[in-house]
Each structure stands twice: as structure tokens, then as C-alpha cells.
């Protein structure tokens, strides 16, 4: 999101975000952070800069909304699963 964006969306507004990267400029950001808004983010990547941090109407749980029970036990699988493939190749 760009300064127009932000300006068209407005204050008091909440914005989530749980990308791996922020989806907006820092600039146009941080001065619609000054307005009367709320963040949610998961890690301080998709925030974009721990100086946002500081604003109490920023929440970031700096963990992966991806770091879920099932996402390890899938992975634990797949890698089980491309080992036996391995080891009956050989």
C-alpha cells in the first residue's frame, strides 16, 4: 500500500497482515499509524521494521501464524516420506 491508499482507507481502521513481507510503504504506513488504527501482524517481517514496535496500537506477536501443530506434522511426514523414498532407491 501506497500514501493513496492509506489515504483512502482512512483512520480508524484495524489492518492485518501475516505475509511474509509488509504490504505497504514504511513512509505512508507510519503516518497512518498516527491516526487512530490498529495493526495485527504475526512476525516482525510482515510489520517491516521494529521501530513499529514501539506503538502501543501495534500488535505483533513476532511468531509465524504458519507455525501451527499441523504445519509440523505435515512436514515431519513429507520428510519421512522422502526418506523412504531415498533409502528404497538405494
Known sequence: MHEAEFEQLGNRKILFNTGLSP???AAPFEKWLNGDNVVYCDTLGALGDERF??????????VSSGRTQQAFRRLSEKV???LTAYFKTQ
Open 23 to 25: 504490504a505497504w510503504d
Open 53 to 62: 514496535l514501539k506503538y502501543s496500537y501495534v500488535h505483533c506477536l513476532q
Open 80 to 82: 519421512l516420506a522422502n
